[in-house]
Nanobody, 124 residues
Framework: QVHLAESGGGLVQAGGSLSPSCTASACISSHYAMGWFRQAPGKEREFVAAINSSDDGTSYGDSVEGGFTIYRDDAKNMVYLQMNSLKSGGRAVYYC?????????????????WGRGTQVTVSS
């Protein structure tokens, strides 16, 4: 099956930007919808962003800070999350997820493939 691996996390000051990426081990251009989720210590995983396989539909979580953009480059088997205007609030692990479905999916239960996550820390 497809394996996902995130990279590009790190430490950033509040108001700054970061752009984690997700690399798939196989082609994702056919019918793979992709998403990003995040989880802070002791809290439930929350939806961040999603994009459909045909690259013409996106969705963003209600609690997501402004300036977030998800986009994909199927030629490279990669998905990106551009995060601008990050708010202070400690650290969270950002996860990339995929599912062999059409549509844009906001619930984590819809995804069958997950990366191990990349940690993002926003300082004050």
């Amino acid at each position: 099956q497809v394996h996902l691996a995130e990279s590009g996390g790190g430490l950033v000051q509040a108001g700054g930007s970061l752009s984690p990426s997700c690399t798939a081990s196989a082609c994702i251009s056919s019918h793979y919808a992709m998403g990003w989720f995040r989880q802070a210590p002791g809290k439930e995983r929350e939806f961040v962003a999603a994009i459909n396989s045909s690259d013409d539909g996106t969705s963003y979580g209600d609690s997501v800070e402004g300036g977030f953009t998800i986009y994909r480059d199927d030629a490279k088997n990669m998905v990106y999350l551009q995060m601008n205007s990050l708010k202070s609030g400690g650290r969270a692990v950002y996860y990339c997820a995929g599912t062999l479905q059409l549509g844009v999916w906001r619930r984590d239960r819809e995804y069958t493939n997950w990366g191990r996550g990349t940690q993002v820390t926003v300082s004050s």
